[in-house]
């Protein structure tokens, strides 16, 4: 027994000397944020945002405890040397002319584009093995990515965490329009978190809920950090980022007020214990000249004032991890009314906003325009554009026009990677430069392609899906920015953090194409099939009948007990017999 206690105490000390002690820092920190923002037209529109910091070297393998950052995304990176992944999974579209600028949008599907190490030889296979095993960990058919939806942006995808080089052949990117999310995708996704779903602001992620809404996304984002402001050592950060909008303004009755328990049906009672900071902001920054148009319950300890996209806000902040917050109610409820009826018809426009549509007729030829709108009232800038087109529509270059104002807009920068048949898409990247105040018209001809039988999919007449197009621009800010501390400021101002203070970045994505494609009679194989065995199995089963049937003469019965006495009684009556 004292050897035995002897032990115990032993395992006490080393646990106690490896754990982080009043001076020690911890190697590793979570951060989980909720942005509630009240929508122009009614919408409420929720982001969740997690942030798992951890101060290791993942690419030397020299890892083998994982606290809180996920150890089978920790593995992925340490093994097949990637330097930034960024995945997302999007059910619905994000309006941005009538919800605003999103703080994180992504296109509808899903969407993986990764950096890797200077170090991989072949990137294509470690791109191949990386979607295989995203596939698995995320229930989501990220296995369908291929030569034939794979592309390598050359300027619309730089690096968004500390990078010592650009070369964008380490660069892939794909996206999966026909993707459905669904809650098979969700559980995963909240598997990572170090609390789960059991604590914090993750207990609010109901699936019933969250898939009874207008937009669903979630996304997870890996990249390397600087450990400090010298920036001698890298840190790594995963960020877990569910946005959704729900439509309460047709679901409440006509009244726009809203409350955590009628979103999620259910409400805040604890901040996760293993998070160093778990906050709740409502935005309720006026939305015109009038002031004080929204109340919010219960008052707000303290409120926080920030420029964010080019526009001052005003957010309500509540500390889950504050002790007065939970003294008066065992639970927090965020209820936010309006004082008076809003006035939807003034919708504040964005200052950049698109829109893409397929036009022509027949089954032959179609072109593609898209629409790029810089509402500013006197400051231009340029915008890089990014079309990603199945092989199967064949696009005619020399078609390409631009036209501004009625006039030739020649992009200052193109790239044009033609696609081959069955094996890679067509890339085309342009740095278009937008004027003030104008509409910037797009449009290319293509041909659609005969598939092979074999390639159609099993609901053919449905059409065919072609990716959004992806936008990427620093939009000039109205109000002056000032540089703040990425670790003091709140999640949803630091992902895309601005290059000066007059200006921030933007990435839009424009509406996904459905485009129908020549479509055999697929019903035809069907009635032949039918035809040929209707007729196989009647002459085949007439003749078959009469090879194998035997035939036999009967000789006449005598007929049974009553027509033998009948008959002797016939007899003695002299009658003939029957």
Same mark, same amino acid.
């Given at each position: 027994?004292?050897?035995?206690?002897?032990?115990?105490?032993?395992?006490?000390?080393?646990?106690?000397?490896? =754990?982080?002690?009043?001076?020690?820092?911890?190697?590793?920190?979570?951060?989980?944020?909720?942005?509630?923002?009240?929508?122009?037209?009614?919408?409420?529109?929720?982001?969740?945002?997690?942030?798992?910091?951890?101060?290791?070297?993942?690419?030397?393998?020299?890892?083998?405890?994982?606290?809180?950052?996920?150890?089978?995304?920790?593995?992925?990176?340490?093994? *097949?040397?990637?330097?930034?992944?960024?995945?997302?999974?999007?059910?619905?579209?994000?309006?941005?002319?009538?919800?605003?600028?999103?703080?994180?949008?992504?296109?509808?599907?899903?969407?993986?584009?990764?950096?890797?190490?200077?170090?991989?030889?072949? $990137?294509?296979?470690?791109?191949?093995?990386?979607?295989?095993?995203?596939?698995?960990?995320?229930?989501?058919?990220?296995?369908?990515?291929?030569?034939?939806?794979?592309?390598?942006?050359?300027?619309?995808?730089?690096?968004?965490?500390?990078?010592?080089?650009?070369?964008?052949?380490?660069?892939?990117?794909? $996206?999966?329009?026909?993707?459905?999310?669904?809650?098979?995708?969700?559980?995963?996704?909240?598997?990572?978190?170090?609390?789960?779903?059991?604590?914090?602001?993750?207990?609010?992620?109901?699936?019933?809920?969250?898939?009874?809404?207008?937009?669903?996304?979630?996304? @997870?984002?890996?990249?390397?950090?600087?450990?400090?402001?010298?920036?001698?050592?890298?840190?790594?950060?995963?960020?877990?980022?569910?946005?959704?909008?729900?439509?309460?303004?047709?679901?409440?009755?006509?009244?726009?007020?809203?409350?955590?328990?009628?979103?999620?049906?259910?409400?805040?009672?604890?901040?996760?214990?293993?998070?160093?900071?778990?906050?709740?902001?409502?935005?309720?920054?006026?939305?015109?000249?009038?002031?004080?148009?929204?109340?919010?319950?219960?008052?707000?300890?303290?409120?926080?004032?920030?420029?964010?996209?080019?526009?001052?806000?005003?957010?309500?902040?509540?500390?889950?991890?504050?002790?007065?917050?939970?003294?008066?109610?065992?639970?927090?409820?965020?209820?936010?009314?309006?004082?008076?009826?809003?006035?939807?018809?003034?919708?504040?426009?964005?200052?950049?906003?698109?829109?893409?549509? @397929?036009?022509?007729?027949?089954?032959?030829?179609?072109?593609?325009?898209?629409?790029?709108?810089?509402?500013?009232?006197?400051?231009?800038?340029?915008?890089?554009?990014?079309?990603?087109?199945?092989?199967?529509?064949?696009?005619?270059?020399?078609?390409?026009?631009?036209?501004?104002?009625?006039?030739?807009?020649?992009?200052?920068?193109?790239?044009?990677?033609?696609?081959?048949?069955?094996?890679?898409?067509?890339?085309?990247?342009?740095?278009?430069? *937008?004027?003030?105040?104008?509409?910037?018209?797009?449009?290319?001809?293509?041909?659609?392609?005969?598939?092979?039988?074999?390639?159609?999919?099993?609901?053919?007449?449905?059409?065919?899906?072609?990716?959004?197009?992806?936008?990427?621009?620093?939009?000039?800010?109205?109000?002056?920015?000032?540089?703040?501390?990425?670790?003091?400021?709140?999640?949803?101002?630091?992902?895309?953090?601005?290059?000066?203070?007059?200006?921030?970045?933007?990435?839009?994505?424009?509406?996904?194409?459905?485009?129908? *494609?020549?479509?055999?009679?697929?019903?035809?194989?069907?009635?032949?099939?039918?035809?040929?065995?209707? $007729?196989?199995?009647?002459?085949?089963?007439?003749?078959?009948?009469?090879?194998?049937?035997?035939?036999? @003469?009967?000789?006449?019965?005598? =007929?049974?007990?009553?027509?033998?006495?009948?008959?002797?009684?016939?007899?003695?009556?002299?009658?003939?017999?029957?």
């Amino acid at each position: 027994r004292g050897g035995m206690a002897a032990a115990a105490a032993l395992l006490l000390l080393l646990l106690l000397a490896a =754990g982080p002690g009043p001076g020690r820092a911890r190697r590793d920190a979570l951060r989980e944020e909720l942005l509630l923002s009240p929508l122009p037209a009614g919408d409420v529109a929720a982001t969740f945002q997690f942030r798992t910091r951890w101060d290791a070297d993942l690419q030397r393998g020299a890892v083998s405890h994982y606290r809180l950052f996920p150890k089978a995304l920790g593995q992925l990176v340490a093994a *097949l040397g990637v330097r930034e992944l960024h995945l997302a999974l999007t059910q619905g579209f994000w309006r941005t002319r009538a919800w605003g600028q999103p703080p994180l949008q992504a296109p509808a599907g899903a969407e993986l584009w990764v950096w890797f190490q200077p170090t991989i030889t072949d $990137v294509d296979k470690a791109w191949k093995e990386l979607s295989n095993i995203l596939s698995g960990i995320f229930c989501a058919s990220l296995n369908f990515i291929d030569s034939t939806n794979t592309v390598t942006p050359t300027a619309s995808f730089k690096p968004l965490g500390l990078a010592n080089g650009t070369d964008h052949h380490l660069l892939r990117y794909a $996206v999966l329009p026909r993707e459905v999310v669904c809650t098979e995708n969700l559980t995963p996704w909240k598997k990572l978190l170090p609390c789960g779903s059991k604590a914090g602001l993750a207990v609010l992620l109901k699936a019933e809920r969250l898939f009874h809404s207008s937009y669903h996304s979630q996304a @997870v984002h890996i990249r390397p950090i600087c450990r400090d402001a010298s920036c001698l050592a890298v840190s790594w950060e995963l960020r877990q980022t569910l946005t959704v909008v729900f439509d309460t303004f047709s679901s409440g009755q006509g009244k726009k007020d809203w409350s955590l328990f009628k979103m999620f049906s259910r409400t805040l009672t604890d901040a996760c214990p293993l998070a160093s900071q778990s906050k709740v902001y409502v935005d309720i920054s006026p939305k015109n000249k009038e002031k004080e148009l929204l109340e919010v319950t219960p008052p707000p300890a303290s409120v926080y004032e920030a420029i964010v996209q080019g526009d001052k806000r005003t957010y309500a902040v509540y500390d889950l991890l504050s002790p007065s917050l939970f003294n008066t109610s065992r639970s927090l409820n965020v209820q936010l009314k309006w004082k008076r009826p809003q006035d939807s018809s003034e919708l504040p426009t964005p200052i950049l906003h698109a829109q893409r549509y @397929v036009s022509g007729y027949g089954l032959q030829t179609g072109e593609i325009s898209t629409l790029i709108y810089n509402t500013h009232p006197y400051r231009a800038f340029p915008v890089i554009l990014l079309e990603t087109v199945p092989w199967y529509l064949r696009l005619y270059v020399h078609t390409l026009t631009i036209i501004t104002k009625g006039k030739e807009n020649k992009p200052s920068y193109i790239h044009y990677q033609p696609a081959q048949d069955r094996r890679r898409p067509h890339l085309l990247e342009m740095l278009i430069q *937008l004027p003030a105040s104008s509409v910037t018209k797009i449009t290319i001809q293509f041909e659609r392609a005969l598939l092979k039988w074999t390639e159609y999919t099993p609901d053919p007449n449905h059409g065919f899906y072609v990716s959004s197009s992806v936008l990427s621009a620093l939009v000039p800010s109205v109000i002056a920015m000032k540089d703040v501390d990425v670790e003091q400021s709140p999640l949803f101002t630091s992902l895309f953090p601005s290059s000066d203070g007059s200006s921030y970045f933007v990435r839009l994505y424009t509406e996904p194409l459905l485009v129908n *494609l020549p479509t055999p009679d697929f019903s035809m194989p069907y009635n032949v099939i039918c035809l040929t065995c209707t $007729v196989v199995a009647v002459c085949y089963g007439s003749f078959y009948n009469l090879l194998t049937r035997t035939f036999h @003469v009967e000789e006449p019965s005598r =007929g049974g007990l009553a027509k033998r006495l009948a008959n002797i009684i016939r007899k003695f009556r002299g009658v003939p017999p029957l």
